[in-house]
């Protein structure tokens, strides 16, 4: 079994910073293309940031300059580090990646379960 467990969450004051990580533990052979969503109460579910297999990477137009996406492969891990960070931003961030179990097998998507990200002074 395969899962995507999320950390790092919390409260921040305006213009802070957090790390969020997202971990696969289980029978994972590669990830593929990885991404962070976010949903805030009353809003529908929106990508922030994804990391393609070859390193493609791309951001929704608020987080850009703010937030950065990064893969530690060896580890099955990737990062989304959040820099001055605002109101807005409060939300549950969660992790999504098309992971292989196994070489033979199609990437599957799997999601975690979210973390939640208050910025409140």
């Known amino acids: 079994q395969v899962q995507l467990v999320e950390s790092g969450g919390g409260l921040v004051q305006p213009g802070g910073s957090l790390r969020l990580s997202c971990a696969a533990s289980?029978?994972?052979?590669?990830?593929?293309?990885m991404g962070w969503y976010r949903q805030a109460p009353g809003n529908q579910r929106e990508r922030v940031a994804i990391?393609?297999?070859?390193?493609?990477?791309d951001y929704e137009d608020s987080v850009k300059d703010r937030f950065t996406i990064s893969r530690d492969n060896a580890k099955n891990t990737f990062y989304l580090e959040m820099n001055s960070l605002k109101p807005e931003d409060t939300a549950v961030y969660y992790c999504?990646?098309?992971?292989?179990?196994?070489?033979?097998?199609?990437?599957?998507?799997?999601w975690g379960r979210g973390t939640l990200v208050t910025v409140s002074s």
């Open positions: 289980g029978t994972v052979f590669s990830m593929e293309n």
């Open positions: 999504n990646a098309q992971i292989k179990k196994y070489s033979y097998w199609p990437a599957a998507p799997y």
């Open positions: 990391i393609t297999s070859v390193g493609i990477i």
